[in-house]
């Protein structure tokens, strides 16, 4: 393996950084990523990565991402739920990358809930 300079400990400061901005962001919604062991098992880190990725291209910051343990349904995982203001929050399922990009394209960011993904409307509230 090849030794770090002093611009390799930099580009990954600031890479950290943002991930990090990303992951405390506020305002307009609320992104939980389950990530119980059934969730990583399934894939919910590469959710994360997905989601985190897409908002940093996008260079979104005022949306908070955070991660939860098991909602209880395993057999749904990766799983994913949306809270927005004034709003039910939505729990998504059986998610891929691509599934997640999209849920925050339409949903969080056009205010269009993505009804095929949907497994629950209203089970957990806004904190």
Known sequence: MPKLTVA??????????KMTTLREGAGNAKITI???TCGIASGAREIMSALLEEM?????????VTT???AGFCS?????????KDA???????????????????????????TEYV?????????
């Not at 390799?8 to 950084?17: F, M, Q, V």
């Open 56 to 64: 940093e291209s996008k260079e979104i910051k005022d949306i908070l």
């Open 88 to 114: 039910a929050p939505v729990m998504y399922a059986d998610l891929t990358p691509d599934k997640i990009k999209e849920i925050l394209n339409r949903h969080v960011l056009g205010n269009e809930i993505v």
């Open 8 to 17: 390799d400990l930099a580009k990954i400061k600031e890479r950290t950084r």
């Open 76 to 84: 749904r995982e990766p799983m994913a739920t949306i809270e927005k």
């Open 68 to 70: 939860s343990g098991c």
């Open 34 to 36: 389950h990530m119980g």
């Open 119 to 127: 497994l629950a409307r209203g089970s957990e509230r806004l904190g």
